[in-house]
């Protein structure tokens, strides 16, 4: 099956560019997914990219695809105190087009 | 814009009680997928039901089942609790349409998920 690696944790300062980085096994996944989580809370769909694109924007993210090297990475510019969650990276390669989550990269943001 | 419903927010139970968790999905939406996450771990898949008819099965135990009803809401039956079945268990739903290519309606809504506690 997919396996789905991050970097378990990351922090920056306020006003910051954060980078969060995925790498993927399976090729097959249709598209790819940022999710966010706040502590006790569900996830949150952040933004998505179909498989044959190699960038989204999408305000102040940013997403980038190198389907070669499976990687995947999340921007967020001008990174703000709120931005402080879990992100985690999934495909959808399962025949049910289930999701595969990578272990989740926690975001800290310091003031 | 209506989301995803689950209900319990959440449940304590004792070993070897039952429970279960209910999902009430996006209107329109034909597909429900139950994840199980513990604590400090990524959601993992049990299952998915597709227009009420089970579409794949995950790591779900034998101890659970699951069901989409007529109204496409969707229960997760939980037997013989033990105490690592204690976990936040998220409901997601996506419209997958005809299911002829992928699209972006494949793209998964999650509920607050339920946090059960067996004690």
């Known amino acids: 099956g997919e396996d789905v690696e991050q970097s378990l944790f990351l922090s920056v300062r306020e006003g910051d560019s954060s980078v969060i980085n995925c790498t993927y096994t399976?090729?097959?996944?249709?598209?790819l997914y940022w999710y966010k989580q706040e502590p006790g809370a569900g996830l949150q769909l952040l933004t998505y990219?179909?498989?044959?694109?190699d960038m989204k924007q999408d305000q102040r993210l940013t997403v980038l695809l190198n389907k070669k090297d499976k990687h995947l990475s999340l921007r967020i510019a001008d990174t703000q105190t709120g931005d402080s969650a879990i992100y985690f990276c999934a495909g959808n390669s399962g025949s049910a087009r289930q999701l595969t989550f990578g272990s989740g990269t926690q975001l800290t943001v310091l003031p | 814009a209506a989301g995803v419903i689950q209900s319990p927010r959440h449940l304590i139970k004792e070993k070897r009680e039952t429970a279960t968790l209910k999902c009430y999905p996006i209107?329109?939406?034909?597909?429900v997928y139950w994840y199980q996450q513990g604590p400090g771990q990524d959601p993992q898949f049990l299952i998915s039901?597709?227009?009420?008819?089970?579409?794949d099965k995950g790591s779900i135990p034998d101890r659970f089942s699951a069901q989409q009803f007529s109204d496409y809401h969707s229960e997760l039956n939980m037997s013989s609790l033990e105490l690592g079945d204690s976990a936040l268990y998220f409901c997601a739903s996506s419209l997958r349409g005809l299911g002829l290519a992928h699209t972006s309606t494949d793209t998964q809504y999650f509920g607050p998920g339920t946090r059960l506690t067996v004690l």
């Open positions: 209107p329109r939406h034909d597909t």
């Open positions: 399976d090729s097959s996944s249709t598209y």
């Open positions: 990219i179909f498989s044959n694109m």
């Open positions: 039901f597709y227009e009420k008819m089970q579409s």
